[in-house]
């Protein structure tokens, strides 16, 4: 079992910056990938960005050059820096962990309101 605790959303202007975390615990040791996801409602949840195996970060289109996946090992903590956010980043963000053969897990979410 993976246990996933998302912190740092908010509310912030238009152009504003934040930076999310995720802490992860349990059996962290079977963790293969790690990422960012987000949904607003009506729409289904969406990859932002994040860390495979290969430990090359990847990123949706729209999060290139201003979203920065990062993570610390020691303390077990993915974190996604969002700079010159936009009223579109408005969204509920999800850590999610891979563990292979099928297996994921979720964090609460955290939501991030960008007003304009």
């Known amino acids: 079992q993976v246990q996933l605790v998302e912190s740092g959303g908010g509310l912030v202007q238009a152009g504003g910056s934040l930076r999310l975390s995720c802490a992860a615990s349990?059996?962290?040791?079977?963790?293969?990938?790690m990422g960012w996801y987000r949904q607003v409602p009506g729409k289904q949840r969406e990859f932002v960005a994040g860390l495979s195996s290969s430990g090359r970060p990847s990123y949706t289109e729209s999060a290139k050059g201003r979203f920065t996946f990062s993570r610390d090992n020691a303390k077990n903590i993915v974190y996604l820096q969002m700079n010159s956010l936009k009223s579109e980043d408005t969204a509920v963000y999800y850590c999610?962990?891979?563990?292979?053969?099928?297996?994921?897990?979720w964090g609460q979410g955290t939501q991030v309101i960008v007003s304009s």
């Open positions: 349990g059996n962290t040791f079977t963790i293969n990938a």
């Open positions: 999610r962990a891979y563990v292979g053969r099928g297996v994921e897990y």
